[in-house]
């Protein structure tokens, strides 16, 4: 069982950042692949950013390649998203999520945090 806590979510103007914090708790956080996902209102939850357990190999949906930057810090259980030149479009619900492999599939992962909402202004 693995319990995961989000935060940093807010309101932001267009061209800001903002940076995403999830903190899992204690156990064997460093064996897990971890990865973010958002989910704007009335559609699926959508693909982030991954990264591997130990080697730290990174992974991108092509809408946030450049911009946003997915990082952990195992000694911290702690999993980290930083979003720069923040757009309208990127608003949504953003939620971080554990599981066993590299992947971009909702289902593929085990356990999820509550969310935390971005909104971004014009």
């Known amino acids: 069982q693995v319990q995961l806590v989000e935060s940093g979510g807010g309101l932001v103007q267009a061209g800001g950042s903002l940076r995403l914090s999830c903190v899992a708790s204690?156990?064997?956080?460093?064996?897990?692949?971890m990865g973010w996902f958002l989910q704007a209102p009335g559609q699926e939850r959508e693909f982030v950013a991954t990264i591997t357990p130990t080697t730290g190999r990174t992974y991108y949906t092509d809408s946030v390649k450049g911009r946003f930057t997915i990082s952990r810090d195992n000694a911290k259980n702690t999993v980290y998203l930083q979003m720069n030149s923040l757009k309208p479009e990127d608003a949504a619900v953003y939620y971080c999520?554990?599981?066993?492999?590299?992947?971009?599939?909702?289902?593929?992962?085990?356990?999820w945090g509550q969310g935390t909402r971005v909104t971004v202004s014009s």
């Open positions: 204690g156990r064997d956080f460093s064996v897990y692949f």
């Open positions: 999520a554990a599981g066993p492999k590299v992947s971009s599939t909702v289902d593929d992962y085990h356990y």
